[in-house]
Structures are given as structure tokens and as C-alpha cells.
């Protein structure tokens, strides 16, 4: 199939574009021998797994689909390839009834809080896995996107460093116990879309409240939230970040970034179906913000978009927005050369991450068919959705 062919609306995801991205994170690795995985949670594109999983160094998940996930399409197959990739999970709070199964497919489980290690970090250890707990710096970097803010006052995600050294649930004090003892690394992930300047003061606040602990530990995690493959993106100073760690304290770097590894690789194709006015130019385009690109309302943000311009910018602007009956559910003013049309095939750029898992049906609406395009041009349709997608997950 060519790309005019393609039934829309559908996520057509570029597998050039990807391995351009992958060999970025592959230069960061053989530079500094930091290991990189995949955050499933920005992009379960698991058709690339296998090409994903020969260059990085495996995957992190946020619970035990995820694990599951990489475990079959990830680790599976390398295997067979005589690779080893690492199977890694995160979670605020993990539960009695997934754990065994989690210890199956992951050796590496990192923990938020001192309850979770001592009620599943020790059989986790005592399974020989590798165990992290996840600290909070309590440097915020960025203001733009404060839900993406772990670092806020009251968070829940990691942490402080008071609470590392008095346990809050019992008052004891932490670093007498065991129980620290047991802990191979220290896991943070603080920061969304951000450059290296960034992690480089979150690694001068790590170090300055928890780097007494640095000299114990195996590894250090960095999260995600690296844009390193977007083009201003200084990866020497990362580089230098990693080093910092290496050298110092002798500690394994990890990081996870989930959107740099799929950033500017997809988009999502869609039609207009109607147009109108009342007071500005509105096109109705069979993609919905709400359903297909949630975080343009939750982030939010505007999507690039193939050929348009800002509004004003060319001749006709409209404002594009989705079939469903959410007023809301507006994906943003673009301008155009040409008046828009019924039948019009529009292009969203940077629809990979946090989009295809994301998505729902509400309204009934139909997910997107999800397309391969392999590195010659042509278009794969690696899967379609009908009516039986809507109405097997109600009842
Ligand atoms: C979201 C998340 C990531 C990936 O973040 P990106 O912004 O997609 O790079 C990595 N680790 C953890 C713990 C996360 O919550």
C-alpha cells in the first residue's frame, strides 16, 4: 500500500525514523557504556520490538502488562537471536496478586516507598532479582506541564529525602535497618521533554541530598523524560551527566526514556468530513483530540501538522476538530493555502508517543487503524479495529 491508500483515520508509524532515533540512543550508549530501554508506557509499539530490543538494552514497564509485554515480543525473540534484554518495572504500588508473575518476567523492580521493599523488595531479592527504590529530589525543572511535575509539593512518586533516612509509616529510622542495605540502586525520574541542562541540576540535587548512599548502591536510574532525539538536545553534557555517575561512585547508569525513542517517527492520518462556519472557518476531520490524541487536551499541546501553518499564517484558517460531541474535543486553529474540502487527507506529525496507548473509544468511536511504514515507502497495515474493539471492552 502507498500512503493515498491508507484508510483513515490510522497511525502510520515510519520505521526509518525510528532506527534514526535508535541510532542517536546507540551513540549515547557506546560512548559512555550507560544502558537504555525502551518506557513502554510512551510507545507498546510491539511490531518494533525485536529492532527496538537489538539496539537498546531491553525495556521498563509500569506494571505487569507491560512486563508481560516485553517479556513475549521483546525477549522472546531476541533470544532466539542470542541476546539478553533486560526486563525492568516501576510502580507507586504493586499488588499481592500480579507480583509473583512480575518476578517471572523482570529482574529488575524498583520500588516507591520503604513499605513496598519491605513487603515485596525481599522476596524479590531473595528471588535474585536486582531491587531500586525511587527517590524524589524535590527539584522541579519545568513549569509547563505541572501534571508532569513528580517533584511537586505532596507527590507520591518517590522518595524525599527525609523520608529515606525516618521511615514515615513507622518512625524508625531507615538507615540503621537492613533493609537498606538490600537496595542494589537508586531510580529518579523527574522530568518531561527536557534538555540536559535539566538533568544535570537534578543530579546536583540527588547528589547533594543522597549522596551518602551513592557509594552502596549498583546502578543509578535516570527515567525518562530525556528528549535526547530532538535536535537541540545537548548529549554531551548527558554524556558528561552519566560519566559524573560512573566515575564517581562506580555505579551502572540507566535511563528510560520512552518518547525519545519514538519522538517525530509516527503520524496520524485523517480526513475532513464536513466543513462549517460559525464566526471562524471549522473543519469536523473523522480523527477525535479526545479519543486518537488525548494529550492535545491533557498535556496540552498543538500538533504539528503536514503543510499548515499558524493561524492567520496562510490564507485559511480553521479550527480542526474531532466527531464526537465533546464541545472540547478540538485539536487546534491551523492555516492553510487552500480552502479546506471534504475528502482532504490531513497529516499529523508526532503521533508515535503517548497516542496509540492512550486511545479509547468513547462516542463509539472507531480506533485508528495502525500501519507500518516499512523503509522503503511502502505501507504495511499491521492492524485494523471494527465494532467488535468498542464493544468487547463493555458489557
Ligand atoms: C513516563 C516515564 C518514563 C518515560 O518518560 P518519557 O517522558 O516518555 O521519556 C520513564 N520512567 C518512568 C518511571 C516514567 O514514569
Redesign the pocket.
Known sequence: MKSAQLPTPCYVVDEALIEKNLEILAGVMNRTGAKILL?Q???SFYTLYPLIGRVLCGA?A?GLYEARLCAEEMAVPLAREGKKVENHI?SPAYREKDFEEILRYCEHI?FNSWRQVEKFGLRAKGAGKSIGL?INPECSTQETHAI?D?CAPGSR?GVTAENFRVRPDSGEDAISSDILSCLDGL?F?T???QNSDDLEKTLDAVEEQFGAYLPGMKWINF?????ITRADYDIPRLERCIRRMQEKYGLTVYL?????VALNAGFLVTTVLETLHNGTDIAILDTSAACHMPDVLEMPYRPPLEGSGEPGEKAYTYRLSGPTCLAGDIIGEYSFEEPLKEGDRLVFEDMA??SMVKNNTFNGMPLPAIVLRRKDGECVMVKEFGYEDFKGRLS
Open positions: 518506557a508506557k510512551a510507545f521498563t509500569s516501576f524498583v525511587r508532569y513528580p512518586l531510580h525520574h522530568l518531561c521533554e527515567g525518562g523524560g530525556h528528549h528510560e526514556p520512552g518518547e525519545a508517543i503517548y
